[in-house]
T-cell receptor, first 115, second 111 residues
Framework: NAGVMQNPRHLVRRRGQEARLRCSPM?????VYWYRQLPEEGLKFMVY????????ESGMPKERFSAEFPKEGPSILRIQQVVRGDSAAYFC?????????????FGNGTRLTVT | GNSVTQMEGPVTLSEEAFLTINCTYT??????LFWYVQYPGEGLQLLLK?????DKGSNKGFEATYRKETTSFHLEKGSVQVSDSAVYFC??????????FGPGTSLSVIP
């Protein structure tokens, strides 16, 4: 059983470039969550998606960040015009249903470095 | 809003010592509570959970009891091993849309 797959594992971008982070949820999971982890800090919720719908994007910065989970293919977290402060580990998690009682299954993360 | 507070780390223990990591939460209703563990370079893994008051979650020698009266969910293990060295996150889920994590507590176990 493949777990949650994230790629790339490491991504280096120069300031002003775009970063695209991909997440394939576990088979049968239709709920996807993105979290950001800054050095020495905990995980901060960014966005919750179901297939083709954004359910909660209250943790997403209003500018430069967007997320999608199309009917076919992985979920994508897109960061436009990256800045040094975007350097962090970005984790994707999936769940078979809403998270009230269902635990999250995490990928190994994408570590973004902005130079 | 909902929040989770954990004891600050890092925590350093000798092998076979007793472990307690404190966790308290703020929620408007009756959340589900979780402990996740993160090993270096990896994502988080569920360690244990409890979904209602007085429930005890347990796994791999770790346990935590859902205490509604003190809004706490402290993690304990009777005898830690070097392989338990990791970062531990307390978390809650009250609504159907997201899990809220505490800041994490780093644990180092030395032989």
């Amino acid at each position: 059983n493949a777990g949650v797959m994230q790629n790339p594992r490491h991504l280096v971008r120069r300031r002003g470039q775009e970063a695209r982070l991909r997440c394939s949820p576990m088979k049968g999971h239709s709920h996807v969550y993105w979290y950001r982890q800054l050095p020495e800090e905990g995980l901060k919720f960014m966005v919750y998606l179901q297939k083709e719908n954004i359910i909660d994007e209250s943790g997403m910065p209003k500018e430069r960040f967007s997320a999608e989970f199309p009917k076919e293919g992985p979920s994508i977290l897109r960061i436009q015009q990256v800045v040094r402060g975007d350097s962090a580990a970005y984790f994707c998690a999936s769940s078979p249903s809403a998270t009230y009682n269902s635990p999250l299954h995490f990928g190994n993360g994408t570590r973004l470095t902005v130079t | 809003g909902n929040s989770v507070t954990q004891m600050e780390g890092p925590v350093t223990l000798s092998e076979e010592a007793f472990l307690t990591i404190n966790c308290t939460y703020t929620a408007t209703g009756y959340p589900s509570l979780f402990w996740y563990v993160q090993y270096p370079g990896e994502g988080l893994q569920l360690l244990l959970k409890a979904t209602k008051a007085d429930d005890k979650g347990s796994n791999k020698g770790f346990e935590a009891t859902y205490r509604k009266e003190t809004t706490s969910f402290h993690l304990e293990k009777g005898s830690v091993q070097v392989s338990d060295s990791a970062v531990y996150f307390c978390a809650l889920s009250e609504s159907y849309d997201k899990v809220i994590f505490g800041p994490g507590t780093s644990l180092s176990v030395i032989p």
